[in-house]
């Protein structure tokens, strides 16, 4: 029995403050001074007349820091959750919603102080390990409401995912049957969206959009002109690439994971540890997908650098950030030892990225365990 959720378009409006939403408040001029000052370095440091037009070497780390200082312009102008509406979210009980905008609120603020504090710090500075690690405490507390309400939706998204890779694991799957159980969990999906937009405050797979207008009228023209700049990357790196992934989805088992995905994007840590494992992987993506987003990676260390012009997008979280922003896939999956550690600031990053790309993460692991606060963020570990 999977626990009833009554339509988005009843949920109260003022309950739920997009982390972009359309009602903002100033933003202080120091800090748009600042941020207009970082993006046209940014722009600097990249060199337009080039006879290669796309090179993801340059332009991705151009991409990721821009998305950075766009969301810290956006996260200073959002205002604070309404507590007024806490008693009527509708799928949550009343204790329920008011800890979700607590939370909410509190996070708000501590990101608010983390991007005053980052933006006082001479560019190129390192970033707050312990800021960030204390908000990924406060969005962990969050997440675990959301998995405490969701819990028997979740069991439900399992069992039909278990029944359809048992069916598909058969010479001859019966189509119809296949087909019924896809259209379940389909529908179990959207009803996972329709929980989570009261407890997080956007909905799930909302993307990286920004909206305004913003005030003061200069915090406005900066945001345009980061949002203007962003799309036009973004068109030229998906143009470059080619691959629109499968079409429609498709499910199959990779590595003890059942993947079901209409766009899916594979990391491999090619490290000495997991080399004899790729091939095998690949074969056995390939028996159920055609058209995977493959990115090998040296190691498997989660770490983002701060604000900075030099830096190239080499590592896993940079392969992470192109897969779900740039191809805009729908699966992850990772094929690492996890031996190489993480810093707090990265696990915030991957977190949003998961939430606003509505990604699932699944990890193939051939040496450690994930540490217990990675863990949370996997869909689906396998070792």
Not at 90 to 95: E, F, Q, Y
Not at 119 to 137: N, S
Not at 217 to 228: G, N, Y
Request: neutral net charge; proline residues 4%.
């Amino acid at each position: 029995m999977v626990r009833p959720v009554l339509p988005l378009v009843i949920l109260l409006s003022h309950l739920v403050t997009p982390l972009f939403a359309e009602a903002t408040v100033p933003v202080d001029e120091r800090l748009v001074r600042t941020l207009q000052y970082r993006f046209k370095l940014l722009q600097a440091g990249q060199v337009e007349d080039r006879k290669v037009a796309v090179d993801a070497t340059r332009d991705l780390p151009f991409l990721f820091t821009l998305m950075e200082l766009e969301r810290n312009l956006a996260l200073l102008a959002t205002p604070s959750p309404e507590a007024s509406g806490a008693m009527d979210a509708v799928g949550l009980t009343r204790s329920e919603a008011k800890r979700a905008l607590e939370l909410r609120a509190g996070i708000l603020v501590g990101e608010k102080r983390r991007i005053w504090a980052d933006l006082l710090r001479p560019a190129g500075g390192d970033t707050d390990e312990r800021r960030h690690k204390d908000l990924f405490m406060k969005e962990e507390d969050l997440a675990d409401l959301y998995r405490k309400v969701s819990r028997k939706l979740e069991r439900e998204i399992k069992r039909l995912q278990r029944e359809i890779a048992r069916e598909e694991g058969f010479g001859t799957p019966d189509e119809q049957e296949v087909a019924e159980r896809r259209a379940e969990l389909d529908a179990l999906l959207e009803q996972r969206k329709s929980l989570f937009l009261p407890i997080f405050g956007h909905e799930l797979g909302d993307g990286f959009e920004t909206s305004g207008p913003l005030s003061p009228a200069s915090a406005e023209t900066l945001r345009v002109a980061m949002k203007t700049k962003r799309e036009a990357l973004l068109k030229a790196l998906r143009e470059a690439d080619g691959n629109e992934g499968e079409k429609e989805r498709k499910s199959g088992i990779v590595g003890g994971s059942y993947l079901y995905s209409a766009n899916l994007g594979v990391i491999l840590d090619v490290s000495g540890s997991t080399k004899s494992f790729i091939q095998p992987l690949k074969q056995e993506i390939s028996r159920s997908f055609d058209r995977p987003h493959y990115r090998e990676v040296v190691g498997c260390k989660l770490a983002v650098p701060s604000f900075s012009l030099t830096w190239r997008a080499t590592g896993t979280m940079q392969a992470i950030e192109e897969l779900v922003v740039v191809h805009q896939v729908d699966t992850v999956y990772w094929l690492s030892d996890l031996r190489d550690g993480y810093s707090y600031a990265a696990l915030r990053r991957l977190r949003h990225l998961l939430n606003h790309g509505n990604t699932a993460f699944h990890v193939k692991t051939v040496g450690d365990d994930p540490d217990r606060v990675l863990k949370p963020l996997i869909t689906d570990l396998q070792n």
